[in-house]
């Protein structure tokens, strides 16, 4: 781990990294980079370049992808990853991990969310506020869980897939790759197919 912290993205969701690693105390300075280049600060911390020039950076800070599309994400910590980055995972103090949880680089689990025991989530995901995940859960690279998800035990969440908003997912379903769960959506069995599914039971639309 290196004394400094940069995050790539000065957005909606690279500010809410930001506030983690703030609260988590790890790094001595915290600072971002950003494409909009008429965005100087975020979260009264200083952009300091482009994500095009992070390769200078990963010598003296451990880096972090700040942004909420998976896909966009995806691209870009595997580019820091071919570039040797120190990728660490975030964990707001207010979560809860439970025993033998295995968390991969990248990962943001934000404000009250709750992980049990057995869990193993992926690389860059994101665990929104006030979401719960429960025992024996496998969360794919890159997936997003939205605030206020629910995960039942044993539920698999594919790579890249998004959960949206205060959507339930039932005990033992299985959600394959590139899905998107739309708001407040129950799943109650397995879903197969990539898509975006909607309603309570969910139907693909």
Known sequence: MKEKLLIIGASGQGKVVADIALKMNRWQSVAFLDDDENIHSSMDLEVIGTSSEVSKYIEEYDVFVGIGNNETRQKVQEKLEKLGAEIPVLIHPTAVIGEQVEIEAGTALM???????????????????????????VIGDFAHISPGVHLAGTVKVGLGSWIGIGSTISNNVTITDDCKIGAGAVVIKDITEPGVYVGIPVRRI
């Open 111 to 137: 404000a009250g969310s709750i992980v049990n025991c057995c869990t193993r989530i992926g690389k860059g995901c994101i665990v929104n506020t006030g979401s719960t995940i429960d025992h024996d859960n």
